[in-house]
């Protein structure tokens, strides 16, 4: 994965998006999601989700990372500031 997109944000929460990344023969089985360094959520599936329960005015860091069969890939190459 190469870059988060940012699809909609509220005070509160953003809908993050991302391209799935080439899976090098193997099959992605899901995405953990990273906010600040600490895992705010496991075994997504599909390649989009919205963080909620957010503090207004303050920014934070996004990684993703993907599972496959083969373990867990790399988190996206650069992170995402909101």
């Known amino acids: 994965m190469k870059e988060i997109f940012i699809l909609?944000?509220?005070r509160t929460s953003l809908?993050?998006?991302?391209?799935?990344?080439?899976?090098n023969k193997?099959?992605?089985?899901?995405?953990?999601i990273y906010l600040n360094d600490a895992v705010r959520?496991?075994?997504v599936v599909e390649?989009?989700?919205i963080i909620?329960?957010?503090?207004?005015?303050t920014v934070y860091k996004i990684h993703?990372?993907?599972q496959s069969d083969k373990g867990d890939?790399?988190?996206t190459n650069k992170p995402t500031y909101a």
Request: aromatic share 14%; hydrophobic share 30%; glycine share 6%.
């Open 8 to 10: 909609n944000s509220t």
């Open 52 to 57: 909620e329960d957010l503090m207004p005015e």
């Open 73 to 75: 890939g790399y988190k």
């Open 26 to 32: 193997s099959i992605i089985s899901g995405y953990t």
């Open 64 to 66: 993703i990372v993907a």
């Open 15 to 23: 809908e993050i998006e991302w391209d799935e990344p080439e899976a």
């Open 41 to 43: 959520a496991e075994n």
């Open 47 to 49: 390649n989009f989700y």
